[in-house]
């Protein structure tokens, strides 16, 4: 025995034209039917949260699947799977399509190479697969809009879902985030983490679709836009605290990828306040109250 529940959809060009979109959504568990073997035109993502079963490439090699699990179905790409019979096995699964998806496959999102994906948590994937669900109402007029921005909402979860760990237990970007200012080379970071250059490099690729070194510009250049948008140090001292004792050097390099040079960064974005910004992230749900002075209560 087993239970379906499924909605599909067809978005119009300017649905198409965001980017990505939702054809379709699913929920089913129990001893399921066998799929395939099929080629689909699209995408479809697979997120099997419990129960077992397997996945047949092309070639009719199986690969056992064991919760929790992805499935990454792709264009032009034959599959064929099935829960065991005996346990059948709980999946939710998601239909997309659109110009996107080259870029979210680009960066490491979608792994056509990698049909079977191992997950360390299926909630975070299945909770957005349940907002779908519950968007794909007949009578809702966001519906193309809302289930195509969590499309791109459910890659995320599958990436975090899905994130690379170093030997030593701690998260790879985690890691790379903290000491990214710090003075040290791709070699040095790698070497801090007890992995070679060449590792490193293989888990950042599949954990940030980027290589260590863009890994680390990028989170140095945004803490550069900050101290440049929130003080008035000198452009010499804003490089020296994200890494850079060659402050021309960094000039040229935050001119290039930023498009306009630090001082002009500034002169656009300079919000300098006594005391800088706050480090704590303001929680949307109690605002502070405009013209609160220290010690003073709410009415």
Not at 21 to 29: E, H, I, K, R
Not at 56 to 83: E, I, K, N, Q, S
Not at 120 to 138: E, F, H, K, L, Y
């Amino acid at each position: 025995m087993y239970h379906t529940w499924m909605r599909f959809f067809t978005p119009g060009p300017a649905h198409h034209r965001l980017g990505l979109a939702c054809l379709g959504v699913g929920l089913q568990y129990g001893a399921l039917p066998t799929v395939g073997p099929r080629v689909l035109d699209h995408h479809v993502a697979v997120v099997i949260s419990t129960g077992a079963g397997w996945y047949a490439d092309p070639d009719g090699r199986r690969t056992p699947v064991t919760a929790p699990a992805l499935l990454w179905l792709t264009p032009g790409v034959p599959h064929h799977y099935a829960p065991d019979p005996g346990t059948g096995w709980d999946e939710g699964f998601v239909d997309f399509t659109g110009p996107a998806a080259a870029s979210y496959t680009e960066l490491g999102y979608i792994e056509p190479d990698r049909p079977v994906v191992a997950l360390s948590d299926a909630a975070g994937p299945r909770a957005v697969i349940g907002r779908m669900a519950r968007a794909a109402r007949r009578d809702n007029p966001l519906l193309e809009v809302e289930t195509g921005a969590a499309v791109h909402e459910l890659l995320v979860a599958l990436r975090r879902a899905r994130a690379d760990l170093a030997p030593d237990g701690e998260a790879v970007l985690k890691a790379l985030a903290r000491d990214a200012c710090l003075p040290l080379t791709v070699a040095d970071h790698a070497a801090r983490h007890g992995m070679t250059p060449a590792e490193l490099r293989t888990a950042v690729r599949r954990g940030a679709g980027c290589s260590p070194k863009d890994y680390l510009l990028g989170i140095r250049l945004g803490r550069a836009k900050e101290l440049l948008a929130a003080t008035d140090l000198p452009v010499a001292a804003v490089a020296r605290r994200v890494g850079y004792d060659d402050p021309a050097y960094f000039s040229r390099l935050f001119t290039r990828r930023v498009g306009m040079a630090p001082v002009r960064f500034r002169a656009q974005q300079g919000r300098a306040v006594p005391g800088g910004w706050s480090n704590q992230v303001p929680d949307p749900a109690d605002p502070p109250v405009i013209g609160r002075t220290t010690g003073e209560t709410a009415p």
